[in-house]
Protein backbone atom coordinates (compact mmCIF):
# COMPACT_ATOMS: atom_id res chain seq x y z
CA UNK A 1 0.00 0.00 0.00
CA UNK A 2 0.97 3.30 -0.55
CA UNK A 3 2.71 5.17 2.02
CA UNK A 4 0.78 8.59 1.95
CA UNK A 5 -2.39 6.56 1.92
CA UNK A 6 -4.06 7.73 5.16
CA UNK A 7 -8.00 6.66 6.66
CA UNK A 8 -8.67 10.29 6.15
CA UNK A 9 -7.70 10.29 2.46
CA UNK A 10 -9.98 6.97 1.76
CA UNK A 11 -12.90 8.41 3.42
CA UNK A 12 -12.30 11.60 2.03
CA UNK A 13 -12.64 9.32 -1.51
CA UNK A 14 -15.66 7.53 -0.09
CA UNK A 15 -17.61 10.18 0.20
CA UNK A 16 -16.81 11.27 -3.30
CA UNK A 17 -18.49 8.26 -5.05
CA UNK A 18 -21.34 9.07 -6.97
CA UNK A 19 -23.31 7.50 -8.71
CA UNK A 20 -23.34 4.08 -6.61
CA UNK A 21 -25.48 1.22 -7.26
CA UNK A 22 -25.49 -2.53 -5.83
CA UNK A 23 -25.74 -5.28 -8.22
CA UNK A 24 -24.99 -6.44 -11.94
CA UNK A 25 -26.13 -5.28 -15.10
CA UNK A 26 -27.25 -8.16 -17.31
CA UNK A 27 -28.64 -8.62 -20.84
CA UNK A 28 -32.14 -10.33 -21.16
CA UNK A 29 -32.13 -10.95 -25.17
CA UNK A 30 -31.10 -9.69 -27.91
CA UNK A 31 -33.91 -7.93 -29.75
CA UNK A 32 -34.15 -6.12 -33.22
CA UNK A 33 -32.75 -2.91 -31.72
CA UNK A 34 -30.81 -4.14 -29.50
CA UNK A 35 -29.97 -6.03 -26.13
CA UNK A 36 -33.05 -5.64 -23.31
CA UNK A 37 -31.06 -5.04 -20.13
CA UNK A 38 -32.04 -6.04 -16.35
CA UNK A 39 -30.49 -4.85 -12.98
CA UNK A 40 -30.07 -8.00 -10.49
CA UNK A 41 -29.75 -6.57 -6.66
CA UNK A 42 -30.63 -7.77 -3.13
CA UNK A 43 -33.00 -6.06 -1.63
CA UNK A 44 -34.24 -6.76 2.07
CA UNK A 45 -32.76 -10.41 1.54
CA UNK A 46 -34.46 -11.12 -1.40
CA UNK A 47 -32.95 -11.55 -5.44
CA UNK A 48 -34.54 -8.46 -7.08
CA UNK A 49 -34.23 -7.71 -10.71
CA UNK A 50 -35.65 -4.79 -12.39
CA UNK A 51 -35.76 -3.76 -15.93
CA UNK A 52 -33.18 -1.03 -17.12
CA UNK A 53 -34.55 0.96 -20.18
CA UNK A 54 -31.65 1.53 -22.53
CA UNK A 55 -31.05 5.21 -22.12
CA UNK A 56 -30.30 4.41 -18.70
CA UNK A 57 -27.73 1.56 -18.76
CA UNK A 58 -24.70 4.24 -19.11
CA UNK A 59 -25.84 5.65 -15.39
CA UNK A 60 -26.09 2.54 -14.09
CA UNK A 61 -23.16 0.91 -15.09
CA UNK A 62 -21.24 4.11 -13.64
CA UNK A 63 -23.02 3.28 -10.29
CA UNK A 64 -22.15 -0.35 -10.57
CA UNK A 65 -18.48 0.91 -11.18
CA UNK A 66 -18.88 3.62 -8.14
CA UNK A 67 -19.62 0.66 -5.79
CA UNK A 68 -16.83 -1.86 -6.77
CA UNK A 69 -14.91 1.35 -6.13
CA UNK A 70 -16.30 1.87 -2.50
CA UNK A 71 -16.00 -2.01 -2.04
CA UNK A 72 -11.78 -0.97 -2.83
CA UNK A 73 -11.69 1.48 -0.90
CA UNK A 74 -13.51 0.45 2.70
CA UNK A 75 -11.13 -2.89 1.92
CA UNK A 76 -7.99 -0.79 2.09
CA UNK A 77 -9.42 1.50 4.84
CA UNK A 78 -9.99 -1.72 6.98
CA UNK A 79 -6.59 -2.96 6.39
CA UNK A 80 -5.10 0.40 7.54
CA UNK A 81 -7.06 0.62 10.63
CA UNK A 82 -6.18 -3.13 11.44
CA UNK A 83 -2.45 -2.42 11.09
CA UNK A 84 -3.30 0.70 13.18
CA UNK A 85 -4.49 -1.17 15.92
CA UNK A 86 -2.21 -3.98 16.06
CA UNK A 87 0.95 -1.14 15.90
CA UNK A 88 -0.69 0.22 18.84
CA UNK A 89 -1.79 -2.79 20.71
CA UNK A 90 1.73 -3.99 20.20
CA UNK A 91 3.05 -0.42 21.71
CA UNK A 92 1.09 -0.97 24.47
CA UNK A 93 -1.34 1.91 23.54
CA UNK A 94 -4.82 1.35 24.16
CA UNK A 95 -7.79 3.46 22.66
CA UNK A 96 -9.48 4.08 25.59
CA UNK A 97 -8.07 6.26 28.62
CA UNK A 98 -5.41 5.06 31.15
CA UNK A 99 -6.60 3.26 34.33
CA UNK A 100 -7.60 5.50 37.01
CA UNK A 101 -8.74 8.94 34.98
CA UNK A 102 -11.99 7.90 35.88
CA UNK A 103 -11.83 8.25 39.57
CA UNK A 104 -10.94 10.84 41.87
CA UNK A 105 -7.90 10.56 44.22
CA UNK A 106 -8.84 12.59 46.71
CA UNK A 107 -9.08 10.24 49.95
CA UNK A 108 -12.25 9.76 52.00
CA UNK A 109 -12.44 11.27 55.10
CA UNK A 110 -13.36 9.02 58.17
CA UNK A 111 -16.32 9.19 59.71
CA UNK A 112 -14.87 9.71 63.53
Not at 69 to 81: P, S
Amino acid sequence: MNASITPESLLEQIAQIYPLERGKLCILRKGPNGPYYNHQTWDAGKNVSRYVPRDQVSALQKGIAGYERFETLVEQYVRLMEQKSRTDRAAGIKKKSQPGTFFSHKTRKSDN
